[in-house]
């Protein structure tokens, strides 16, 4: 039994404190943003605390995690429809144009929002700058501070382009170049994105009372250097934090890195010091076999985007050989021009969907709930987060159990990753905050967001085009058909 005053006390809800441990007809007490106790109801904390929320009817879970997702896309929704990745990034690139560092605020904002309106309480944003900043920076952090979401922010950065070499060593000139993919296009030096993002952590990693964070990041493997890469992942262990970057979510990709490196990208980043326990991978879909036991001993985590990569024609990634391997997995959204949404039930239910062949291992319901809560919350390197333990933080989703979904369950786990949509969603309570009550944002306004996100989209639609896109497309387009004429496969353009 707990002494002190509660902050919050959850009464008679049915607690899935993680898969197979359902807990009903309890109340769940929150003292200090954390869990202080589960006990029978009515517990002795319910009359002393502060608030006390009526769970009954309803199921508390823990809050879903989007460990990886680009906000800036918020306002380009639809994006190139049929391009694969590379074609689909220029266009995004092109079309997309600068942010404002109010720009940013909006977008971070809107992802906030559709993630605590579908239970999601905690996400990692990518963050795309033009060029990388301390206001750019501002901007995600304070939407997320304001939603009240546990947020997490981390730069992608970019100082080099495998790609050119790739694109030269199948015969494609690219003297004109300097970068095949507009972002990769070097805005500062390295030295200066790493003094920007070591400034953004020393001012943001750990605010509101570790709500929080700001990560460590790079692009990716084949368009970060050398020095850019070691030198994030020395500044996240140096300042406690994590770190973020993609890593092999093309065949263009992971030639690219082979060709760089004379070996695979995850082992190329091993050999810089970037594989450890605080650094988690976007993508992984053409990781070798080898790379899967590397990456479990390593204790990196992967972070899976099934929509995206089914989307953009990039393929699955092997997440049944990466948990049979012991590897940590989590679970994101992607962009909302690549993965279309940032709602987690959807990603969640495609990882369990997609990885179910006759022939090879499967991803079970209960495998997707786990990288969509527990997976995902390691890439913040917050303990305990994704379960509901007494100690862990108290983020938390309510859902309607007589809500469609939920009202015929008969396997509770299997309902949840198959039947949910976020639809029964009612409450969301983040580091003990109500911050979602009876289906309504407490924090934030929605009406503004939407049309933050409708002015933004018609600004850049109105926008000029660059002029360069049609002739990028076809270099990359030229790059994609050689390297598979090269390896004996089907070509599909564009």
């Not at 509660?6 to 007809?25: F, H, I, K, N, S």
């Not at 590397?294 to 990039?314: M, Y």
């Amino acid at each position: 039994m707990t002494t002190d005053r509660a902050d919050l006390v959850l009464t008679d809800v049915d607690l899935l404190a993680a898969p197979g441990d359902l807990r009903e007809g309890v109340d769940v007490v929150i003292t200090g943003g954390r869990i202080a106790a589960v006990e029978p109801a009515p517990s002795a904390a319910r009359e002393a605390a502060t608030e006390r929320l009526d769970g009954r009817g309803l199921l508390a879970m823990p809050g879903l995690v989007d460990a990886h997702t680009h906000s800036a896309e918020n306002c380009m929704r639809g994006l190139g429809d049929g391009l694969p990745l590379e074609p689909w990034l220029a266009t995004l690139m092109d079309r997309g144009g600068l942010y404002s560092p109010e720009d940013h605020y909006w977008c971070a904002l809107a992802s906030a929002a559709e993630i605590l309106l579908a239970g999601g309480t905690s996400v990692i944003d990518h963050l795309v700058m033009t060029p990388i900043s301390a206001d750019g920076f501002d901007g995600a952090m304070r939407a997320y501070r304001d939603a009240g979401i546990r947020g997490g922010v981390a730069p992608l950065v970019s100082d080099h382009d495998a790609t050119v070499g790739l694109a030269n060593d199948l015969g494609i000139d690219t003297a004109d170049l300097r970068a095949l993919m507009p972002q990769q296009v070097p805005t500062m030096d390295t030295a200066e994105m790493l003094a920007r993002t070591a400034d953004a952590i020393d001012r943001w990693h750990g605010a509101e009372d570790g709500r929080l964070h700001l990560l460590a990041g790079a692009s990716g493997a084949q368009w970060a250097s050398e020095e850019l890469l070691g030198g994030m992942a020395e500044l996240a262990r140096a300042r406690g934090t994590t770190m973020q970057l993609h890593l092999v979510e093309t065949r263009v990709q992971a030639a690219a890195c082979r060709l760089r490196f004379g070996k695979s990208g995850a082992a190329a980043l091993d050999d810089l010091g970037v594989l450890w326990d605080g650094v988690s991978l976007a993508h992984c879909v053409w990781i070798d076999p080898d790379d899967i036991g590397l990456i479990a001993d390593r204790g990196a985590t992967v972070v899976h985007n099934p929509a995206a990569n089914q989307r953009l024609r990039s393929g699955r990634a092997p997440i049944a050989a990466l948990l049979a391997a012991g590897a940590h997995v989590g679970l994101g959204t992607d962009g909302a021009a690549s993965g279309d949404d940032q709602n987690t039930w959807i990603a969640m239910r495609l990882a369990a969907l997609i990885h179910r062949d006759p022939d090879e291992p499967w991803v079970s319901a209960d495998d997707a709930l786990r990288i969509a809560t527990v997976g995902g919350a390691r890439a913040l390197g917050v303990p305990g987060l994704g379960t509901l333990e007494p100690g862990a933080p108290a983020d938390l989703a309510l859902l309607d159990r007589r809500a469609v979904g939920l009202a015929g369950a008969r396997e509770l786990e299997a309902a949840l990753v198959w039947s949910e949509s976020g639809a029964g969603v009612r409450h969301v309570v983040v580091a003990g905050e109500v911050v979602v009550r009876d289906g309504r944002l407490t924090r934030i306004d929605l009406d503004a967001i939407n049309e933050a996100m409708a002015e933004q989209a018609a600004r850049r639609l109105a926008a000029p085009a660059s002029g360069q896109l049609e002739a990028t497309v076809a270099r990359l387009t030229e790059v994609r058909r050689r390297l598979a004429e090269r390896d004996g496969r089907p070509f599909f353009g564009p």
